[in-house]
C-alpha cells in the first residue's frame, strides 16, 4: 500500500473501496485513484436519493433489456449470470443501489464517458444518477478521520461516525450510521481475504491474477470486482463473454467457494439460476421428462430442484408446486400405457384411457403456447405485460393443474375397476360445484359411457346382450334352458348398475330385453313390436347425445326415462297380449282355481261321490287308469263339461307316494299340466304348491262328506234303534259330537273357502289386469300362493296347528267307525228281532208254541250281552271321542288366539261362538289380547 497517497487499511471497507477505484483506473495510476476515492467518499456520504423503488429484480432486468436492445444478447447472458452469483452472497445488502449506479453510468455517451471520468469531471455523475434528478444539488459531508481497531483510515463522516440515532442516505444506497466497533469487527471478520496489490511480477504472471490486477485467491474482492466489471460496457467489449465466463468458473472451483444454505434443511438458497432456465426446465417437468437442474426425485416422489443449486427458497417452493403438474402427467401417462393395451380392461376402460389420452392432448397444446412464449421472449424480448415469469406460469397453469388433479384422482380410485363400476367412479366427480371441473367429468363421462349406451341399445331394441367382458349391469347365464329364460337367464348385476341409473329404471331395462328375448324364444313370435322402431331411429340420430342422456337423466321426464318408458310399455303389452290371447293364460289360471282349488262345486261333489269306493281300498289297489274314467265321468256329468278342450285334455290324476297304512283318500290328488309361456308363470314349485292346497281342501272337503253320512245315517237309524235297551243314550251322544264336528267343519270350510281362496282370488284378478309387464302377474300369482298357504295354516309357522287339526280329522274318522260298529250291532239286534218275530207268527200259525225254553234263553242271553257289553263299550269309546274333541277344539282355539293374523283370530270368535268352550276352558276366557301377550312372552 505504499504507492497510495492515502492512507488505508488494506483490510478495512475503506482499503476495499480504494481497491475498487484502482480496478476502474489504469494500472498505477495512484494520483487519478486518490481523486476518485475521495470523489467516492464524497458519493457516500451524501443525501442524494433516487426516486425509484428498491426493486433489484426490475433494476436487472432493465439493464438485461437494454443490452438486448443494442444487440448485445451475449453481455446480457454473462450479466444475468454475474448478477445471479453476486446475489448469492451476503456482503451488499444494497445491490440494487450499485446495479441503479451502473445503469446511470451506462446512459452517458460513450464518447465522453472516459474522459469525464479520469480527467477530473466527476461531478457530473451525481447529475446522472436517477432520472429527474439531475437538477438536485449535491451536499458535501466532511470528511473525519478516526480511528477502527487501531487501523487508520481516511472515510466520510458516514462511514466512520459512531454516534447513535443518525440515518444518512446515499446517491446509491441507505444505511445507519449506528456502525459500532463490533459491527466493524464482524464485517472484517466476514470477508478476511489477504490483499495483495499488483505488482509487474504480478501483472506477467495470468495464472493468480485476473484482468483487473487483483489475486484470485481473494474470494470476496474477486466477486464485488467481478460484479463491477459487467457494468462497464467498454471493459465487456474489450473481453469475449464465454472467455469471462470461463474464467470466473475456474476461479471459483480453485477457491473452494462457499454456498449460503437453509440452516435447516441444508438447501442452498442463493441466486445461481435465472427465471428463465427454471421455467425451461419445468416446461420439461410438465411432461414427465428431467431437466438440467429439476430432477425427478424418487425417494420424495416428485419433481425436485437439485439441492446444491442456488434458488432462493421462495422460488424453489413455487417451482416445487408447479412441478407437481409433472408428477400429475407422469401419474396419468402411466395409468394410460398400462390399461391402454389391455383387453380384460374392458371396453368401457378403453374409452376411459381414450378420454384421458384427449385431455393430455389438450394439455399439450399449453404446453406448446407456454415453449412458443419462452422462445419469443428469449429471441426479440417481452414486455412487462408479456413477460412469462415464474408468477404468471403459476397462474396461467392454476386451472390445468386442477384438471390434471382431478384426473390423476379418477385414476386411483379407478384403479381394479371396469365396465359399470368405472363410470360409477367416474360420475361420483360429477356433482362439483366448480364448473370447470363438472364439465371435465362430463367429457370424460361422456366417452366412458359411449359402450354402455351401445350395450344399451342392442339390449332395449334387439334383446342383444353384446357383454364380452362383462362390464353391462346385465348378466346372462348361458347354461340355463329356455322354459327358465324369464325367470333365471336374466339379472341385475349390482356390482356394475352405473349410479346415475336408479334400481327402478335398471328394472325397466332388464324387463324389455326379457321381454323381447321371450317373445322371440319362447312365444315363437317374429311379428314387429309397434312402438320401438320410432324411438331407434330417435335414438340413433345424435350418439353422443344419447350416450350423455345416460349421465344427465336425473331431471324428472328426461329423454333417457322417456324412451325407456316408450318401449318398456310397448314390449311389456306386446308379450301380455300374447300370453292372454295366444296362450289363454286367464283361461289356465281360471281352470287351476276352479279344478285345483275346489272352485267348481258339482265337479268335485260328483266327483268325490264317484271315487268314495274306489278311495275306501288300501292305497296299493289303486290305478291311474281306473280312476282316470272316473274323472272323464265326473267331467261329462257336470258343468266342466263346457269348458276349453285344451283344458280338460291338462286336467289328470296323480297318486302320492304310498306309505303303510294309507287307503286311496290318502294318496289321491287331481294334476294340471302346464308348459309353453304359461309355464313362467306356473312353474314346478307353483304347482307343488298347488298340490299341497289341494290335499288340504280334499282332506277338509272328505271330512265334510263323511260327516253328512255320519248324519244322515243317525237319521235314518234313529227311528229304528230307538226301541232298543240302552241305545237311546247313545244316539243322544252321537248327536252332541256329531254336531260338534260339524260346525266346526263347516266354519273351517267356510273360512278357508271365502275368506281365504275369494279374497286372495279377487285381489289376484285385478292385479293381473292391470299389470304392466309379466313380472307384475308373476308377482302377483307367486303373492296369491303365498296368500293361501299362510292363512290356510300351510306355511312352517303353523305346523302346531296343522297337527292339531290333524288329530281333529283323525277322531271325525274314528268317530265314523265307532258309530258303523254301533249302528251294525244294533242293526244285528233288529233282525234278530224281527227274525224271532217272524219264526213266533209262523209256529202259532202252524199251532206251536211259538217259543220253547231254549229259544227263550237264547234269546234272553242276546239282549243281555248286547245290553251289558256292547252298549256300555260303545258309550264309553264315544264319550272318550267327545272328550278327545272338546279337548283338541280347545287346543286348537288356544293357538288361534295367539296368532298376530286377524283372521284367525275372527275364526276362534266363529268357532265358540256361543262360548261352549270358553266356559270349560278358564284360559280361553282371559282378554284375547293379554292372552296373545303372554304367548309371545311365553315364547321369547
Known amino acids: 500500500m505504499a504507492e497510495r497517497g492515502l492512507i488505508v487499511d488494506e483490510f478495512s471497507p475503506a482499503g476495499y473501496l480504494y481497491k475498487l477505484c484502482l480496478n476502474f483506473l489504469p494500472q498505477g495510476n495512484v494520483k487519478d485513484a486518490d481523486r476518485l476515492y475521495q470523489y467516492v467518499c464524497r458519493i457516500i456520504g451524501s443525501r442524494v436519493e433516487p426516486s425509484t423503488v428498491n426493486d433489484e429484480f426490475q433494476i436487472s432486468e432493465r439493464i438485461k433489456r437494454k443490452l438486448a436492445r443494442n444487440r448485445r444478447e451475449a453481455d446480457a447472458a454473462v450479466f444475468s449470470e454475474l448478477q445471479r452469483k453476486l446475489s448469492s452472497q451476503p456482503l451488499l445488502k444494497n445491490r440494487w443501489s450499485i446495479l441503479y449506479l451502473l445503469l446511470n453510468l451506462s446512459k452517458t455517451s460513450k464518447q465522453h464517458e472516459d474522459v ?203 417451482v416445487h408446486k408447479l412441478a407437481e403438474i409433472g408428477w400429475l402427467y407422469r401419474k396419468i401417462r402411466r395409468y394410460i400405457d398400462q390399461h391402454s ?75 381394479g375397476k371396469k365396465g359399470g363400476a368405472l363410470a360409477s367412479t367416474v360420475h361420483s366427480y360429477y356433482q362439483h360445484g366448480n364448473p370447470g371441473i363438472r364439465n371435465l367429468i362430463k367429457r370424460v363421462l361422456g366417452k366412458v359411457v359411449k359402450p354402455l349406451n351401445f350395450m344399451l341399445h342392442k339390449w332395449i331394441y334387439d334383446g342383444q346382450l353384446v357383454d364380452v367382458h362383462h362390464e353391462f349391469f346385465i348378466s346372462s347365464e348361458s347354461t340355463v334352458e329356455e322354459n327358465r329364460l324369464w325367470r333365471n337367464k336374466y339379472g341385475i348385476s349390482k356390482s356394475m348398475l352405473p349410479s346415475f341409473i336408479s334400481s327402478e329404471l335398471a328394472k325397466k331395462i332388464l324387463l324389455i330385453g326379457k321381454s323381447i328375448n321371450f317373445i322371440r324364444q319362447v312365444c315363437m313370435d317374429r311379428s ?13 340420430n345424435d350418439d353422443e347425445a344419447s350416450a350423455q342422456l345416460m349421465f344427465t337423466q336425473k331431471v324428472v321426464g328426461s329423454q333417457l326415462e322417456m324412451t325407456i318408458d316408450s318401449v318398456y310399455i310397448a314390449t311389456s303389452k306386446h308379450l301380455l297380449k300374447i300370453l292372454n290371447e295366444q296362450y289363454k293364460f286367464m283361461d289356465h289360471l281360471r281352470a287351476l282355481r276352479r279344478y285345483l282349488l275346489l272352485g267348481q262345486g258339482d265337479f268335485v261333489r260328483h266327483l268325490m261321490d264317484c271315487l268314495a269306493q274306489d278311495l275306501d281300498k288300501p292305497a296299493s289297489n289303486l290305478f291311474v287308469h281306473n280312476l282316470t274314467g272316473v274323472l272323464e265321468t265326473a267331467i261329462r256329468a257336470t258343468n266342466a263339461q263346457y269348458d276349453d278342450a285344451d283344458i280338460l285334455k291338462r286336467l289328470d290324476i296323480r297318486l302320492l307316494e304310498v306309505s303303510p297304512g294309507d ?181 202259532s200259525k202252524q199251532g206251536q208254541w211259538g217259543m220253547t225254553g231254549t229259544d227263550t234263553e237264547i234269546e234272553k242271553q242276546r239282549v243281555e250281552e248286547f245290553v251289558s257289553t256292547t252298549v256300555p263299550t260303545s258309550l264309553r269309546k264315544l264319550n272318550k271321542l267327545l272328550e278327545s274333541s272338546k279337548t283338541s277344539i280347545q287346543t286348537f282355539l288356544l293357538s288361534l288366539i295367539a296368532k298376530a293374523d286377524v283372521s284367525l283370530r275372527c275364526l276362534c270368535f266363529r268357532l265358540d261362538f256361543n262360548e261352549f268352550y270358553r266356559e270349560q276352558e278358564p284360559r280361553l276366557k282371559s282378554p284375547l289380547r293379554l292372552q296373545r301377550k303372554k304367548r309371545i312372552q311365553a315364547l321369547s
Not at 440515532?165 to 450510521?177: E, R, Y
Not at 314387429?528 to 340413433?540: D, P, V
Not at 275369494?758 to 300362493?785: G, M, P, S
Request: hydrophobic fraction near 40%; aromatic fraction near 8%; charged fraction near 20%.
Open 663 to 843: 287307503s286311496g283318500w290318502d294318496i289321491f290328488s287331481l294334476d294340471y299340466h302346464v308348459d309353453g309361456p304359461i309355464g313362467t308363470v306356473f312353474t314346478a314349485g307353483c304347482m307343488i304348491n298347488y298340490l299341497r292346497m289341494f290335499n288340504f281342501l280334499w282332506r277338509l272337503k272328505r271330512m265334510e262328506f263323511v260327516l253328512g253320512e255320519i248324519w244322515r245315517n243317525q237319521l235314518k237309524c234313529f227311528d229304528m234303534f230307538k226301541h232298543l235297551p240302552g241305545v237311546l243314550p247313545l244316539l243322544h251322544s252321537s248327536h252332541i259330537l256329531t254336531a260338534e264336528l260339524i260346525h266346526f267343519v263347516n266354519q273351517m270350510q267356510y273360512y278357508i273357502m271365502f275368506e281365504v281362496l275369494e279374497c286372495a282370488w279377487d285381489e289376484l284378478v285385478q292385479k293381473v289386469e292391470t299389470a304392466n309387464d309379466l313380472d307384475n302377474i308373476i308377482d302377483a300369482h307367486d303373492k296369491f300362493q303365498e296368500h293361501i298357504i299362510c292363512r290356510s295354516l300351510l306355511d312352517s309357522s303353523s305346523r302346531e296347528l296343522q297337527l292339531q287339526l290333524r288329530s281333529i280329522f283323525s277322531l271325525i274318522l274314528q268317530f265314523k267307525n265307532l258309530q258303523e260298529q254301533l249302528f251294525s250291532a244294533a242293526q244285528f239286534q233288529v233282525d234278530s228281532d224281527r227274525k224271532l218275530e217272524q219264526e213266533v207268527e209262523k209256529r
Open 528 to 540: 314387429e313390436i309397434l312402438g320401438i322402431k320410432t324411438t331407434k331411429e330417435i335414438a340413433n
Open 341 to 415: 393395451s389391455d383387453q380384460a380392461y374392458g371396453l368401457v376402460g378403453q374409452s376411459f384411457c381414450t378420454a384421458l389420452q384427449d385431455e393430455l392432448t389438450e394439455f399439450y397444446r399449453l404446453i406448446a403456447v407456454l415453449d412458443a412464449q419462452r422462445e419469443q421472449q428469449l429471441s426479440v424480448g417481452l414486455s412487462n405485460t408479456s413477460y412469462l415469469s415464474l408468477h404468471r406460469l403459476s397462474v396461467w397453469t392454476y386451472e390445468p393443474l386442477q384438471r390434471l388433479t382431478i384426473l390423476a384422482s379418477l385414476t386411483d380410485i379407478s384403479d
Open 116 to 318: 469525464a471520468f479520469l480527467s477530473g469531471g466527476l461531478p457530473g455523475y451525481v447529475e446522472s444518477t436517477p432520472a429527474g434528478m439531475a437538477s438536485k444539488i449535491m451536499r458535501r459531508t466532511d470528511l473525519q478521520q478516526s480511528s477502527v481497531d487501531q487501523t487508520t483510515t481516511i472515510l466520510p463522516l458516514s462511514m466512520t461516525s459512531t454516534s447513535s440515532g443518525t440515518k444518512i442516505s446515499s446517491g446509491i444506497g441507505s444505511g445507519s450510521s449506528e456502525t459500532d466497533r463490533s459491527t466493524l469487527t464482524s464485517f472484517n471478520a466476514t470477508i478476511n481475504p489477504t490483499l495483495v496489490m499488483p505488482t509487474p511480477d504480478a501483472r506477467q504472471h495470468p495464472t493468480g491474477i485476473n484482468s483487473t490486477g487483483i489475486q484470485t485467491t481473494s474470494n470476496t474482492s474477486r466477486k464485488v470486482v467481478n460484479t463491477l466489471i459487467a457494468s462497464r460496457s467498454e471493459q465487456l467489449d474489450r473481453f469475449n463473454a464465454a472467455a469471462i465466463t470461463n474464467k470466473l468458473n475456474q476461479g471459483f472451483r480453485e477457491s473452494g467457494r462457499l454456498s449460503v444454505r437453509d440452516p435447516h434443511n441444508s438447501v442452498n438458497t442463493s441466486f445461481e439460476l435465472s427465471e428463465d432456465i427454471l421455467i425451461r426446465d419445468l416446461i420439461y417437468a410438465f411432461q414427465g421428462i428431467n431437466g438440467k437442474f429439476i430432477k425427478l426425485d424418487q425417494s420424495a416422489d416428485g419433481f425436485r430442484i437439485d439441492f446444491n443449486v442456488g434458488v432462493p427458497k421462495h422460488t424453489r417452493d413455487l
